[in-house]
């Protein structure tokens, strides 16, 4: 590639979607990044009927124009009439990112920060329909917040270094975190439809990948872009006696969500087998890793619900942690 800028008629219009929910603070911190990030279009922000203030402050924005010394990227408010999660949020972010010609669109939480040059270190891979950065600890940015699993075998990284040591060109292909800062292309998603709003969180984000992977899409990661993130707990907990782990959560929402979502992923993409054998192992942890009984009770009935095709348990667990 070129190291001269693309004329401006030739640059994509890229479009990022921030989908939020009870975090304005995040959002503001995030909002303020995104104006210090060249190459971005516009950004479209969806909140999932916040109840913090978020409707009334996107609202109020108004003309965002901060003058020739300190411009602002274009900026859209819309506030949905119910809380659809995360799965909702980037279904009807998307949507409208196309409707508002984007070539590429950039899905990322509210609860991400990308670093300034994250964009352009994406937009520098070529030939990708589906890319991202590495989501790294904001507490500490030596450590992924999503541990990855190296293409080609069973081993996973926890470490930037480790990572960056088995890139190849930059990123690692086959792999990505969706949506945390995640580049897709206008021309994917016509081909593969919008991500499944009935999932609500966890696990709509990987199907959406699972999905790419089995339209052919060109797939990675691109490891000198970041995202810094919070830590979100116990991703990867040892079970087995090491020999596997488990992405446990305190929150019943979240748990009952994974457990519905993932069984739902693996029948539906990689076979009876692998769902399963994701059955024993979350009987297995909560039995002897983590006992719980109310826990393999909760894990029964979310993946009962997910095989009869009902996404509506979880409205039971909404304000439980979620």
């Known amino acids: 590639m070129t190291d001269q800028p693309a004329p401006p008629d030739e640059r994509p219009r890229v479009v990022a979607v921030v989908v939020t929910f009870n975090r304005l603070d995040l959002l503001r911190a995030l ?8 190459g971005l279009s516009e950004v479209l922000v969806v909140d999932n009927a916040s109840t913090d203030g978020t409707g009334e402050w996107l609202a109020g924005l108004g003309d965002r124009d901060g003058g020739d010394e300190h411009p602002t990227t274009p900026l859209l408010g819309r506030t949905l009439a119910r809380n659809g999660g995360g799965a909702g949020g980037f279904h009807d972010g998307l949507a409208w990112a196309l409707e508002r010609d984007a070539d590429l ?17 994406l937009l520098a891979q070529p030939d990708l329909d589906f890319w991202g950065p590495l989501v790294v600890d904001q507490a500490d940015p030596a450590r992924l917040v999503f541990p990855i699993r190296l293409p080609g075998g069973t081993r996973v990284v926890h ?8 890139a190849t060109g930059g990123r690692i292909d086959g792999i990505v975190i969706p949506f945390n800062g ?21 696990g709509d984000d990987h199907e959406y990948r699972l999905r790419a992977e089995a339209a052919g899409a060109r797939i990675a990661t691109v490891v000198d872009a970041e995202v810094r993130h919070p830590a979100v707990g116990d991703l990867g907990t040892p ?3 090491g020999r596997t782990t488990y992405n446990h959560s305190p929150s019943e929402l979240k ?6 979502n993932n069984l739902v992923n693996l029948r539906d993409y990689k076979g009876w087998p692998h ?48």
Do not use: N
């Not at 470490?159 to 088995?166: M, N, T």
């Not at 748990?255 to 519905?260: D, Q, T």
């Open 105 to 121: 669109v950039w899905l990322m939480d509210d609860d991400g920060l990308p670093d300034p040059d994250c964009l352009g270190r």
């Open 31 to 38: 909002v303020e990044r995104l104006d210090q990030v060249p």
């Open 182 to 202: 995640v580049l897709v292309t206008r021309a994917l998603v016509e081909r593969i439809g919008l991500p499944r709003a009935e999932f609500f969180i966890w």
């Open 275 to 322: 769902a399963l054998a994701f059955v024993v192992k979350t009987a297995w942890f909560y039995a002897f890793t983590r006992p719980s009984a109310r826990r393999l009770a909760l894990s029964a009935r979310a993946m009962y619900a997910g095989l009869r095709g009902d996404f509506t348990g979880h409205e039971a667990y909404l304000g439980l942690g979620g």
């Open 159 to 166: 470490r930037l270094d480790d990572v960056r040591r088995a």
């Open 239 to 241: 079970m087995m006696f």
């Open 255 to 260: 748990h009952y969500c994974m457990a519905r």
